[in-house]
């Protein structure tokens, strides 16, 4: 059986998921969701250090780091092809 991004187990046919997510939709199964070792307090600081980076940043040094990202995207795609 494969298993999600957090180790659930998933069905491996579209039908079989179908079931299970209506299994959890009415009650029958819980959605049983693993827990990350992460506080509610980190993942709240967490979601806020992005937007406050970005804010303290100028945009020149923005512009360069996203061309900078943008290259390394592109150099890695072409070597897969």
Request: hydrophobic content about 30%.
């Amino acid at each position: 059986m494969p298993t999600g991004p957090k180790g659930q187990k998933r069905p491996a046919d579209v039908i079989g998921n179908a079931v299970r997510v209506m299994r959890i939709a009415t009650g029958e199964e819980a959605d049983d969701v693993p827990d990350d070792g992460k506080s509610a307090a980190a993942k709240e600081l967490g979601s806020k250090g992005g937007k406050k980076r970005a804010a303290n940043m100028s945009p020149e040094r923005r512009a360069e780091i996203a061309k900078k990202a943008a290259e390394k995207r592109w150099s890695t795609s072409r070597r897969e092809e």
